[in-house]
C-alpha cells in the first residue's frame, strides 16, 4: 500500500497513534505534534481524513452577549419595560398615545413599544391602553429584564439561557449578539488505529518547495504534494495607493506616454480668466452663484488691462474675430471677481495666452469646484482631465483620434462623439463610452472658437477637451456611488481592484 502522504501528516498521524482512541482537541494536537500554527492541523487532519485515516467532527457552540440596544436596555430598561411600568403609574384617563408622547416616549418608541406589549397581553382599545391580565404581563417582562441582566456585560454559552428568550430577542433589533464558535476533533478511524506503522516513514511526499529541498537531492525521485488552488485563503492587506491617485498617476503616464506635457493652475482664479477668456456671456446661467463659488477672500483677482480690454471688445463687439460679439457692455469688475475655478479649462486657455505663438500639446488634470448638491452621482468638488492641441493643423479628426486613443489605453474601446454646445468652441462635441451596452458620457470637447484664439494672438485652431474623473473611476471601480471613491472606509478602500 502507498499513501499519498505529506511529512506533516505522517507527523500528525504518528502522534495520534500514541493514543489511538483519543478524540483530540486543536490545543491536545498542537502540544503533541510541536506545531505552533492551527493551520497544519487543519491542513493534515483533512489529508488525512481524505485517506479515510482520520474522522472530524464539528461542534458548534454558541455565545450571547449584549448587542448595543441591549447595552442601553440594561441601563434604562426594556422598552416595553418602559411603558408598562408608564402606564402602571398612569391615571386610566391618560392611558393613550397622547399620555405616552407626554411621558417623554419618541413617536419611534411608541409604535413598537405598543407593539411589543399588545404581543404579551395588552389591548387598544378606542384609543385606550388596557390590560386585563397585569400579572401575566408583568412576569414576561420580568424574565425578559432577568435574561438581560444574567448576561450583563458577559458572553454567555446559550445553553445556559433560555431557548425561547433567546429566540424572542434574536428577533428583535440589536439586543442580543451571537457568536457562532466551531470547535473540531480528530480521531483515528479503525483503519487508521491499525496502519501498519513501518509504511509511516517510507512515505515521502514533498508538501513544501523550500530553498533548502531545492538545493539539496532529496526531492530527486520524490514525490510532491498537489497544491490545491481553489483552497480559500486570507486577502493580503496592506499599503497601497488610493484608488482615485492610483488613477490619476495611470491617466498622467497614458497623456505623458502620448506626447503631452503636464501644466497646472491654481484653485483660485478670476471669473476673468476662468469664463471671459472663454467667451462665456457675462450673463451666463453657469456664472450664477448657484452654479460658483465666489469668494469672500480675495473678492478680487486683479487682471492685466491688456486682456480686460481684448474681452470687452470680444465681447461687446466681436473686436476682429470675425464675429459680432454678445452685443452687450462688459463689466471689467466682474470679470475681476475672486472665484474657486469650475473648470480645468482655465489653465489651458491660461497656457495658450502665455505661448501664443508656439506649438503645444498639453494636459492637466486638477480640481473643480461647483456649487453641486451631493448625492449619486454629483460632488462639489470633483476633479478634471483637460487636454489641447495647439498647432498650425489642429482640426476635429485629431481631436476624436487623440480621445479615442486615450479611452482605448484606459480600456475602452467603443468611444462615439455626439454634437453639444458650449460657448467657447465651435463645433463642441460631447464624448461617450460604452459600458456594459450603455452609452455614458463623460466629458465635452471641441475647437475653440476665435473669439476666445485670436484676443490671445494666436490664428491656429486649438482641439481642447475636458473629461470627467470620478465617472471614469466608477466605471473602472465598479462602483454606483460617486461618495464612495472618497469614504475613509478602509476595508473598501483595500477591497477596491488595483490599477
Ligand atoms: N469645460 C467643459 C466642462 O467643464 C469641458 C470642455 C472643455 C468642453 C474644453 C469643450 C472644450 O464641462
Given amino acids: 500500500m502507498t499513501m499519498d502522504m505529506g511529512n506533516n501528516d505522517r507527523i500528525l498521524l504518528k502522534a495520534m497513534l500514541a493514543y489511538p482512541d483519543k478524540a483530540w482537541g486543536i490545543n491536545d494536537l498542537l502540544e503533541s505534534t510541536g506545531w505552533k500554527d492551527q493551520v497544519h492541523v487543519a491542513g493534515s487532519g483533512q489529508s488525512l481524513s481524505e485517506l479515510g485515516l482520520v474522522t472530524i467532527s464539528e461542534d458548534q457552540?454558541?455565545?450571547?452577549?449584549?448587542?448595543?440596544?441591549?447595552?442601553?436596555?440594561?441601563?434604562?430598561?426594556?422598552?416595553?419595560?418602559?411603558?408598562?411600568?408608564?402606564y402602571l403609574d398612569s391615571d386610566e384617563n391618560k392611558r393613550n398615545m397622547e399620555g405616552l408622547f407626554e411621558a417623554g416616549f419618541?413617536?419611534?418608541?411608541?409604535?413598537?413599544?405598543?407593539?411589543?406589549?399588545?404581543?404579551?397581553?395588552?389591548r387598544l382599545e378606542s384609543g385606550k391602553l388596557v390590560a386585563?391580565?397585569?400579572?401575566?404581563?408583568?412576569?414576561?417582562?420580568?424574565?425578559?429584564?432577568?435574561?438581560?441582566?444574567?448576561?450583563?456585560?458577559?458572553?454567555?454559552?446559550?445553553?445556559?439561557?433560555?431557548?425561547?428568550?433567546?429566540?424572542?430577542?434574536?428577533?428583535?433589533?440589536?439586543?442580543?449578539?451571537?457568536?457562532?464558535?466551531?470547535?473540531?476533533?480528530w480521531s483515528?478511524?479503525?483503519?487508521?488505529?491499525?496502519?501498519?506503522?513501518?509504511?509511516?516513514?517510507?512515505?515521502?511526499?514533498?508538501?513544501?518547495?523550500?530553498?533548502?529541498?531545492?538545493?539539496?537531492?532529496?526531492?530527486?525521485?520524490?514525490?510532491?504534494?498537489?497544491?490545491?488552488?481553489?483552497?480559500?485563503?486570507?486577502?493580503?492587506?496592506?499599503?497601497?495607493p488610493h484608488p482615485m491617485q492610483a488613477l490619476i498617476e495611470r491617466i498622467r503616464k497614458i497623456f505623458l506616454e502620448m506626447g503631452f506635457s503636464e501644466i497646472e493652475g491654481n484653485f483660485v482664479q478670476s471669473a476673468g480668466w476662468n469664463m471671459d477668456a472663454l467667451y462665456?456671456?457675462?450673463?451666463?446661467?453657469?456664472?450664477?452663484?448657484?452654479?460658483t463659488f465666489y469668494l469672500a477672500e480675495p473678492e478680487k483677482v486683479e487682471v492685466e488691462d491688456e486682456y480686460l480690454d481684448l474681452w470687452s471688445r470680444v465681447h461687446e463687439h466681436g473686436h476682429d474675430t470675425g464675429s459680432r460679439g454678445w452685443g452687450r457692455r462688459f463689466d471689467k469688475e466682474e470679470a475681476q471677481r475672486g472665484l474657486l475655478r469650475t473648470h480645468t479649462t482655465v489653465n489651458t486657455i491660461r497656457h495658450i495666452a502665455e505661448n501664443p505663438d508656439k506649438a503645444s500639446r498639453v494636459f492637466g488634470i486638477g480640481r473643480v469646484f461647483r456649487q453641486e448638491t451631493i448625492d449619486r452621482t454629483h460632488l462639489p468638488e470633483f476633479h478634471q482631465i483637460e487636454g489641447i492641441i495647439h498647432e498650425e493643423n489642429a482640426n476635429l479628426p485629431m481631436l476624436i483620434s487623440t480621445l479615442k486613443t486615450f479611452y482605448s489605453k484606459m480600456g475602452y474601446d467603443d468611444?462615439?462623439?455626439?454634437?453639444?454646445?458650449?460657448?467657447?468652441?465651435?463645433?463642441?462635441?460631447e464624448v461617450d463610452i460604452l459600458w456594459r451596452g450603455e452609452w455614458l458620457e463623460l466629458g465635452g470637447a471641441g475647437i475653440f472658437r476665435p473669439e476666445v484664439t485670436e484676443p490671445l494672438g494666436t490664428e491656429w485652431p486649438v482641439c481642447a477637451w475636458g473629461m470627467g474623473l470620478e465617472r471614469l473611476a466608477m466605471l473602472i471601480l465598479g462602483l454606483d456611488d460617486i461618495r464612495q471613491l472618497y469614504q475613509p472606509d478602509l476595508e473598501k478602500l483595500g477591497q477596491m481592484p488595483i490599477l
Fill in 280 to 291: 462665456i456671456p457675462q450673463s451666463h446661467p453657469a456664472r450664477t452663484m448657484q452654479d
Fill in 61 to 86: 457552540s454558541r455565545f450571547i452577549s449584549l448587542d448595543s440596544e441591549g447595552k442601553r436596555a440594561l441601563e434604562n430598561g426594556l422598552l416595553e419595560e418602559r411603558i408598562w411600568n408608564w
Fill in 415 to 429: 468611444v462615439r462623439v455626439r454634437p453639444a454646445y458650449f460657448p467657447y468652441t465651435e463645433p463642441s462635441v
Fill in 188 to 240: 483515528l478511524t479503525e483503519e487508521g488505529a491499525s496502519i501498519d506503522r513501518g509504511l509511516l516513514s517510507h512515505v515521502e511526499v514533498i508538501g513544501e518547495v523550500t530553498t533548502e529541498l531545492l538545493q539539496g537531492d532529496s526531492w530527486r525521485g520524490a514525490k510532491f504534494k498537489p497544491f490545491d488552488v481553489n483552497a480559500p485563503t486570507v486577502t493580503p492587506t496592506g499599503g497601497r
Fill in 132 to 185: 386585563e391580565d397585569e400579572k401575566a404581563i408583568e412576569s414576561i417582562i420580568s424574565e425578559r429584564r432577568d435574561f438581560i441582566s444574567k448576561i450583563s456585560n458577559l458572553r454567555i454559552e446559550d445553553s445556559k439561557l433560555s431557548a425561547q428568550l433567546i429566540d424572542h430577542f434574536s428577533g428583535r433589533k440589536s439586543l442580543i449578539s451571537i457568536e457562532v464558535q466551531v470547535s473540531r476533533t
Fill in 106 to 122: 419618541q413617536r419611534n418608541e411608541a409604535g413598537p413599544g405598543i407593539g411589543l406589549l399588545k404581543a404579551i397581553g395588552m
